[in-house]
């Protein structure tokens, strides 16, 4: 028993099984986890080593340069990207996509257990960090307070941070902008060299102090007591009462007669203000395939609890929420897939006239989209842009194959058999076409699963959805659709007068374009060369035209609300001075639009030593604000977010003190994702005298380029410092050696720590070091007094010299070569491609050093690559298309003609891109290679219908008009409801909707004006073929029957007789 | 003894085989896939691309006096559907075991 009868033949079965399947199905609904992106599988490690004290050229030096030539042998690596800067040292690996980055971390692991011997002591172990979308914080809270301001740090931590932690799901909790407590031992230089006391002993002293010893355990009587020795302070004023030295009289010296001790806050932190207020942040992560949506409204469930528990003056609120967007995105999403839904009903209503049959279409398009929630569930996936598109896309292909058995059976019906009867046979009929149809779609989307790459990620999710969905579409198509038919569907014997009424108008209006297009039909297989000629024509004039008013991108922008800003004063600024800078840009901006802005938060000055990994990565300094704006929904504001950041750049630049910016769109750095397209030129060079001047000159020109709106370069200006130049020999002559004496000097200005004040289960570094105001003078450092073993006491002026000088902050190295980014930001309306033309113009009218070479970097190379990727997938889809059909039309002729479709869809695409001024990136490529499926499939119902009726013995032009006017119907009807199915896409406005619009775009298109020009010329072209086919084989025939006549005209001469002899003879 | 070979669209299968009980037609023999077309009119049931449906055939052997009804009743049922397509012949069976 077939597929089909068993499942007519059996409906309880049949309907239950589908039944389960949807309910498991809604059953994984309920258990994905919703997101913006699918999980982008990390290809980037980062090794972070930290080397306290050390410039930045020590580090690139001594630090990096050991590191990044180890790792540079790591398999699989692409770009070594290292980051030098004072105190730490940042090697980004990043590595081909597609491999488990498990293994190569444990590769790049083993690599460094390697280096580390090799590494300068005072450095600390090198620490892997992987990164992952994870990192991006899904929450970001708001602190205002007042008096509570200094302790902020800690009633954070315990009120707010551990119980939000706690919450499942939630990865890390960091808290920004306030201070944490620290005991500072503040030592008076006069007082010590009075003393003969140094920084290192009285720490050591502190540290001998603070301690509590086990002491064993002892017996008494029968008892076994322990013995402690406590000596831990109770509190840090204890620490005044240490003795640290005696004087030479014999007297003792305690800590309270050479130092101060203040139970304060770390000296350098940053401040964060939100709306105005002082305050911090508390940056909420998640971990690791937790579903974001869920713990960002499980937090801010939590939140007026935890703020019950806060003092009065603090106060909780949201900046950023990243839940917000996803949910009205995927909300977005959803509206436009019951739209597509409604769409594809009624064209099916509308074609088949039938309520009954669009009630069974109505039930199987969610069936099969249904069951594709099993397989993200089973694999983990998410409900994401891209899973959430791919629903819509399929909507309109997965009816394809139940309208085919249905109207089949309908004509079976019709015909006069049982229903019943009909669904069998009228599915047996065309199963074949059936699964040959999903072949053809399975053949488009199963290279998507292969490649690798951003592209990769992006599609990969797609690719094995749509064949989830089609292969269960067409397993419903065989089964459950046949079994519905069986039960279902009558004989309508007479129709009901409303139902005429109504429908008679379209059954007209379908009747007549049928004819019509039959009479056209007729016209153009009769004059076929014209025809090809005029539509082979009329697609190279609209490409011609169309092509240049189409600009290209990478990634389309999207407008998700949130903006980032990095605004620079001029190195060394003051915090004050920053702080009133940030304040009067927030005035501007929020006067211009007094309702967009929802948040505006910004940090100022520079993060404190234990500020985590975070604050180490994004740049700060007293002269830096950073900027981290959330505004309302798009669909709220009458401004794009790119205009919106353009003005902003405008203000920028009427500030005279701001010596740099740099706004971002979306909040984060660089064009890739969403962000606005960014040229990025890298300058390779050693010298930095020399690439600079490369860069600045760059940078300079592109300023005045029109349609640049930024100018970003990666090296920030030097800064300002001071070298202590020791004297190795004086050095030695005191019996001190370079280290000493530097550590020396670190110890009174860096502080050294001496040990850790435990207090409430917590412990806070007591840190010994100068007097604030002993340390704001190089005087201060030339008066500092080393010792050497012997006790001999000399200044640091004596054995060196404190000079002035300037230091670059940050060296950066990409591939084992000092690099410096140019990176300009392009307004609103201006593509990528623009901008590098623009770049690359400039270069080639520069004077560029020998040893300096200057690349084009960042999302340009991306698009590079990723148009590489999708053209090399395009001609994959479009051979395993051409392979399918010929299996199924056992013929090379045929595919040759369906395949011709594809060229004239890359026409529709262009001609409605340029049309709607849509650009061509990533979105709308990805139409096209799905078009490669979906438009052949019209001239596959064509062929094999005329291929039929040439079969049933009609000759060439009957057949293909007879096919034409018959299939016209079917085809118009797929396409309707592929195409309608995309508008809702095309033409959305909510949020999110440009990111998808250049998708719906361009399948629209292209399937517009590839079926149309598929109606004309498949029949055309058929007729062409087939014409040729018949004259070859009438040739072939007239040679046969001549050489027939020849041999038995000849006969006698040619046959030999049983004897040997030719007859003849 | 008469016997009647039924050839008929596929369809008509379950009708058919409805039809011979009613009747008092215990015994048949049928081929579920049967090739053929009509002489005048009527779709090919080739089981092609081109024809894709199928016949099938029953031949029953019934006594002598039942080939009137069954023949009124299977022409009945063609009437019905033409387009489906039903034909009987009916011929003697000389010996039997």
Not at chain 1, 336 to 356: C, D, E, K, P, S
Request: aromatic share 8%; charged share 20%; with cysteine.
């Amino acid at each position: 028993m077939s597929l089909y009868e068993g499942a007519v033949k059996k409906p309880i079965m049949t309907s239950l099984i589908f039944l389960a399947i949807t309910i498991i199905g809604l059953f994984s609904l309920s258990k994905l986890a919703i997101d913006l992106y699918p999980d982008i599988d990390t290809n980037m490690i980062m090794v972070m080593t930290t080397y306290p004290g050390a410039s930045a050229e020590d580090i690139e030096n001594n630090v990096t340069r050991p590191i990044e030539n180890t790792l540079n042998s790591v398999e699989h690596l692409k770009h070594i990207t290292t980051s030098s800067s004072e105190n730490i040292s940042t090697v980004t690996l990043e590595f081909e996509y597609g491999y488990d980055i498990d293994a190569l971390t444990n590769d790049t692991r083993d690599k460094l257990d390697m280096v580390s011997a090799a590494l300068p002591d005072a450095c600390n172990t090198p620490y892997i960090f992987k990164f992952s979308t994870d990192m991006i914080p899904i929450l970001v809270l708001s602190v205002s307070a007042e008096e509570s301001q200094a302790a902020l740090y800690k009633i954070l931590d315990d009120e707010v941070a551990n119980p939000l932690a706690r919450i499942d799901g939630v990865g890390t909790v960091t808290i920004y902008g306030a201070p944490q407590r620290e005991i500072n031992v503040y030592m008076d230089p006069q007082k010590m060299e009075a003393y003969n006391l140094t920084v290192e002993a009285v720490s050591s002293a502190i540290s001998a102090e603070n301690l509590n010893v086990s002491g064993g355990s002892f017996d008494i009587g029968n008892n076994t007591y322990t013995l402690r020795i406590e000596g831990e302070f109770d509190s840090p004023q204890q620490m005044n009462d240490i003795i640290v030295a005696h004087s030479p009289s014999g007297a003792a010296v305690y800590l309270r007669d050479v130092a101060r001790v203040v139970d304060g806050v770390e000296e350098r932190a940053q401040e964060a203000y939100t709306n105005g207020k002082q305050g911090a942040m508390i940056v909420v992560q998640k971990q690791s395939g937790a579903n974001s949506v869920n713990i960002a409204r499980k937090v801010k469930e939590r939140m007026p609890e935890l703020q019950k528990t806060l003092p009065s003056d603090v106060k909780l609120g949201v900046i950023v929420d990243t839940s917000d967007n996803i949910v009205t995105t995927i909300g977005t999403l959803v509206e436009t897939i019951v739209l597509a839904l409604l769409f594809v009903v009624l064209v099916v209503f509308v074609f088949l006239g039938r309520w009954r049959a669009t009630v069974i279409i109505a039930i199987t398009i969610p069936l099969s989209l249904v069951a594709s929630f099993i397989y993200l569930y089973i694999t983990g996936g998410s409900l994401n842009m891209i899973s959430m598109s791919c629903l819509t896309i399929a909507i309109g292909n997965v009816v394809d194959d139940a309208i085919v058995v249905l109207e089949n059976v309908t004509t079976h019906i019709e015909r006069g058999s049982e229903p019943k009867q009909a669904a069998i046979h009228g599915t047996n009929e065309v199963a074949i076409s059936v699964i040959a149809s999903t072949l053809t779609m399975i053949a488009v989307f199963f290279p998507l699963t292969m490649i690798t790459g951003m592209t990769g990620v992006l599609f990969k999710q797609l690719g094995w959805m749509m064949c989830v969905i089609m292969t269960v579409s067409t397993v419903s198509a065989l089964s459950f659709t046949p079994m519905l038919c069986g039960q279902m569907l009558k004989l309508q014997k007479k129709p009901s007068k409303l139902f005429l009424a109504l429908y008679k108008p379209i059954q007209n209006f379908l009747d007549k374009m049928d004819a019509a297009y039959a009479r056209m039909l007729n016209r153009a297989v009769r004059h076929r060369k014209a025809v090809m000629t005029i539509v082979i024509g009329l697609a190279v004039v609209l490409a011609a035209i169309s092509y240049p008013w189409i600009e290209s991108e990478y990634f389309p922008a999207n407008d998700n609300g949130r903006i980032g800003a990095t605004i620079e004063l001029p190195m060394g600024t003051r915090v004050d001075k920053a702080k009133l800078v940030a304040q009067a840009l927030e005035k501007k901006w929020r006067d211009r639009y007094p309702n967009y802005f929802k948040v505006i938060n910004y940090r100022v000055g520079q993060a404190g030593e234990n500020a985590g990994a975070m604050a180490g990565m994004s740049s700060n300094g007293s002269h830096i604000i950073s900027f981290n704006m959330s505004l309302v929904d798009s669909n709220e504001r009458a401004v794009g977010l790119a205009k919106i950041c353009d003005e902003m750049r405008a203000d920028c630049k009427e500030m005279p003190e701001i010596a740099k910016y740099q706004i971002m769109m979306g909040g984060q750095q660089g064009g890739g994702m969403g962000g606005q397209n960014t040229a990025e030129f890298e300058i390779y060079g050693y010298s930095f005298t020399e690439t600079d001047q490369v860069s600045h000159a760059l940078a300079d020109s592109l300023r005045n380029t029109p349609g640049v709106v930024e100018v970003v370069i990666s090296r920030s200006d030097y800064e300002p410092r001071y070298v202590v130049d020791f004297d190795r020999e004086k050095l030695a002559l005191h019996g001190l050696n370079f280290s000493t004496a530097a550590t020396y000097v670190r110890d009174r200005i860096y502080g050294s720590t001496a040990t850790q004040y435990r207090e409430d289960g917590e412990e806070y570094d007591v840190r010994v070091r100068y007097e604030p105001l002993e340390r704001v003078s190089i005087e201060s450092i030339e008066n500092m007094m080393l010792y050497s073993s012997t006790g001999d006491a000399v200044r640091v002026k004596d054995v060196g010299e404190v000079k002035e000088g300037w230091t670059l902050p940050t060296i950066e190295r990409k591939d084992r070569q000092r690099m410096v980014s140019v990176s300009a930001v392009l307004a609103d309306g201006y593509v990528l491609s623009q901008g590098v033309a623009a770049g690359n113009a400039i270069l080639s009218r520069m004077d560029i050093p020998q040893n300096v070479s200057v690349q084009v970097a960042g999302s340009y190379e991306d698009q590079m690559d990723a148009n590489k990727d999708m053209g090399t997938l395009f001609v994959l889809i479009v051979i395993l298309v051409f392979i399918v059909m010929a299996a199924q039309f056992e013929s090379l002729t045929y595919p040759f003609i369906i395949i011709l479709a594809i060229p004239f869809a890359i026409v529709g695409i262009l001609v409605l891109l340029a049309l709607t001024g849509t650009n061509l990136n990533i979105m709308s490529m990805m139409g096209g290679i799905m078009l490669a499926g979906i438009v052949v499939k019209n001239g596959i119902v064509l062929i094999d219908y005329t291929q039929l009726m040439r079969e049933r013995g009609y000759g060439l032009i009957q057949s293909a008009v007879k096919a034409g006017r018959s299939r016209l119907r079917p085809v118009l009807m797929t396409t309707l409801t592929t195409i309608l199915g995309m508008v809702p896409m095309a033409v959305g406005t909510g949020v999110g909707a440009e990111m998808w619009r250049p998708l719906g775009v361009s399948v629209i298109g292209g399937l517009t004006v590839g079926t149309i020009m598929t109606l004309i010329y498949v029949p055309t072209m058929f007729c062409i073929f087939g014409g040729v086919g018949i004259k070859r084989q009438r040739r072939a025939l007239k040679k046969q029957r001549e050489l027939n006549d020849y041999y038995v005209a000849h006969k006698d001469k040619m046959v030999r007789d049983r004897t040997g002899k030719r007859v003849e003879d | 003894m008469k016997s009647i070979m039924i050839m008929y669209d596929q369809a008509f299968q379950e009708k058919i085989v409805d039809l011979l009980t009613r009747q008092n037609c215990r015994g048949f023999s049928c081929w579920p896939q049967v090739q053929g077309r009509g002489t005048k009119t009527g779709e090919p049931h080739m089981g092609t691309h081109a024809w894709p449906s199928m016949c099938s055939a029953i031949m029953t052997v019934v006594p002598d006096e039942k080939v009137d009804g069954l023949l009124e009743k299977l022409h009945a049922l063609d009437m019905e559907t033409e387009m489906l397509g039903l034909r009987a012949f009916v011929w003697t069976i000389e010996k039997t075991i």
